[in-house]
């Protein structure tokens, strides 16, 4: 299975509300990555968050990462109709060399 | 501006007809790495490298061959497609341990 996965697969706001994000991974990590992907197109990176961090802010986004839960959270506040995208969590396992493994998506669209 | 460039962008064949896909980056990253995307499967990774001439397997290898002559260059090669590499192919390149900058996409259809 993946190593890391997100909660919930799909999410449905209205502009201006927050939406959250979660990323479970299995193993010890050098660092979580979130990425954005628009239909089809290249993924874009968003903030990465080392082992050694707790939480990031980037603009309107805040990435937490517990690593005792091994788990980490995306919220987007005041959303606008253009964060319609779907959201990756991607680890740098500490065995893994640099490889990125990805989650399979949250789904975010933001209804104008 | 800092990029990763793939061609072509979109590529119709047939199953057993070779074919390269290209993938360059000018931000002189050790790493580069080739991904495919399929619905409901995500993103999972097919080749990487961390350097020049230092090339291994990601999680779904078969029927993919790569190579890293130079530092800004990563082909992925399919010597005899077959319909089941119908997918999304992404490059990526970042410094070892950071951010990975993504191509924008190769849309392969093998018939």
């Known amino acids: 299975s993946q190593q890391g996965e997100e909660d919930p697969q799909a999410l449905s706001i209205q502009e201006g509300e927050n939406a959250t994000m979660n990323c479970s991974y299995k193993t010890s990590i050098n660092n979580l990555q979130w990425y954005r992907q628009n239909s089809g197109r290249g993924l874009v990176h968003l903030i990465l968050i080392r082992s050694n961090e707790r939480e990031k802010h980037s603009g309107r986004l805040r990435v937490t990462l517990d690593t005792s839960k091994k788990s980490s959270s995306l919220l987007i506040t005041a959303s606008r109709a253009a964060d319609t995208a779907s959201y990756f969590c991607?680890?740098?396992?500490?065995?893994?060399?640099?490889?990125?493994?990805f989650g399979g998506g949250t789904r975010v669209l933001v209804k104008p | 501006e800092a990029q990763v460039t793939q061609n072509p962008r979109y590529l119709i064949t047939v199953t057993g007809k070779k074919l390269t896909v290209t993938c360059s980056q000018n931000?002189?990253?050790?790493?580069m790495s080739w991904y495919r995307q399929d619905p409901g499967l995500g993103l999972r990774q097919i080749y990487y490298s961390m350097n020049v001439e230092v090339t291994d397997k990601g999680d779904v290898p078969e029927g993919y061959k790569v190579s890293r002559k130079e530092k800004r260059n990563f082909p992925l090669i399919l010597e005899s497609p077959s319909p089941n590499q119908t997918s999304l192919y992404f490059c990526a390149s970042s410094r070892i341990g950071d951010e990975q900058f993504f191509g924008p996409g190769t849309r392969l259809t093998v018939l």
């Open positions: 991607a680890t740098d396992a500490e065995a893994a060399g640099n490889k990125l493994t």
């Open positions: 931000m002189n990253h050790e790493y």
